[in-house]
């Protein structure tokens, strides 16, 4: 199966938005990544509910919904009004992670656990079987444009064995710094999603830059 794509509208022009979510609708977009921060988990604040749901109301693929906030169990019913089909959450804002992806699960939506660089794949041995899709950060989060850390290529490797030896559904998805370049090896190492935000927004084409990112 070819790998998805995941534009994060982080990087879009934020006067045009309606514009940049109808040419999200028109590309070979899989999903729409929609990066929610809190200015505590991560030093930097993105949008909230309010915009949210008028990003909802004008999208036509699956929301992609990544929460960059402590406490990220409070907002399962505000993610789940807005119809999206999955909500990540990171490991690291959550105490009781288990209990976290149940209760994204009981909403009815996929759930899914986001790793900053510095948290090691193994953490997850535990809930591999429980989670629809990991999400392993390539930059450190809070900001679009960043570069690419070399080692979440040896992460997504890991991961992709952690989820065959345990049978785990689990997507392995692969956020920050990917650009055809590193995408194309992200992608021969295993990652079933991309997601990026610079590499689609700042193109002369965006169009045409999901085009090169879906046939890598
Ligand atoms: C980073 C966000 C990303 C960001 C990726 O905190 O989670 O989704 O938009 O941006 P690029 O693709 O520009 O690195
Ligand atoms: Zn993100």
């Known amino acids: 199966m070819s790998h998805k794509?995941?534009?994060?509208?982080?990087?879009a022009d934020f006067s045009h938005l309606a514009d940049e979510i109808e040419?999200?609708?028109r590309s070979e977009a899989?999903?729409?990544?929609?990066?929610?921060?809190?200015?505590?988990?991560?030093?930097?604040?993105?949008?909230?509910?309010?915009?949210l749901r008028h990003v909802a109301a004008l999208a036509a693929k699956p929301l992609d919904v990544h929460l960059m906030i402590v406490e990220p169990q409070k907002f399962i019913p505000e993610v789940k009004a807005l119809g999206a089909m999955q909500m990540t959450v990171h490991y690291e804002a959550c105490v009781h992670l288990h209990r976290v992806i149940g209760a994204i699960k009981e909403a009815g939506m996929k759930a899914g656990v986001t790793l900053n660089p510095a948290t090691p794949v193994s953490l997850l041995s535990d809930v591999i079987g429980e989670v629809d899709l990991v999400l392993l950060m390539g930059v450190n989060p809070g900001f679009g444009g960043q570069k690419f850390i070399e080692h979440t290529l040896v992460k997504v490797r890991e991961l992709r064995e952690l989820v065959e030896r345990s049978g785990s559904c689990a997507l392995v998805e692969v956020d920050g710094g990917v650009?055809?370049?590193?995408?194309?090896?992200?992608?021969?190492?295993?990652?079933?999603?991309?997601?990026?935000?610079?590499?689609?927004?700042?193109?002369?084409?965006?169009l045409e830059a999901i085009h090169q990112l879906k046939n890598l």
């Open 5 to 11: 794509v995941s534009p994060s509208l982080l990087s």
């Open 23 to 25: 040419m999200l609708n």
């Open 30 to 51: 899989d999903w729409i990544h929609l990066d929610i921060m809190d200015g505590v988990f991560v030093p930097n604040i993105s949008f909230g509910f309010p915009v």
């Open 179 to 206: 650009n055809l370049e590193t995408g194309r090896r992200l992608v021969a190492e295993g990652a079933d999603v991309l997601v990026a935000g610079n590499a689609v927004f700042s193109a002369q084409n965006p």
